[in-house]
């Protein structure tokens, strides 16, 4: 989630504020991810692999949508 939000301050050029807080009850120390199985399952791959660059596409899409009143 950080890593998302940094992307966010960075293609923005504004800081998101965070709070942290502790974890709650039945909350892991931590989760992971890997897309290998999948990879290796499906013919698809993502067109981008870049933070930064997906951040910007989101925003740029949800202001395109604002723009159209959706």
């Not at 923005?12 to 892991?28: F, H, K, Q, S, V």
């Not at 997906?54 to 202001?63: D, G, M, N, P, S």
């Amino acid at each position: 989630v950080n890593d998302v939000l940094d992307a966010v301050d960075r293609v923005t050029n504004l800081r998101i504020e965070r709070r942290y807080e502790g974890r709650r009850a039945g909350d892991p120390d931590a989760l992971t991810a890997d897309n290998a199985r999948i990879l290796s399952t499906l013919p698809w791959r993502p067109r981008l692999d870049d933070l930064d660059t997906i951040v910007a596409h989101a925003l740029a899409w949800e202001r395109k949508l604002g723009e159209r009143g959706a």
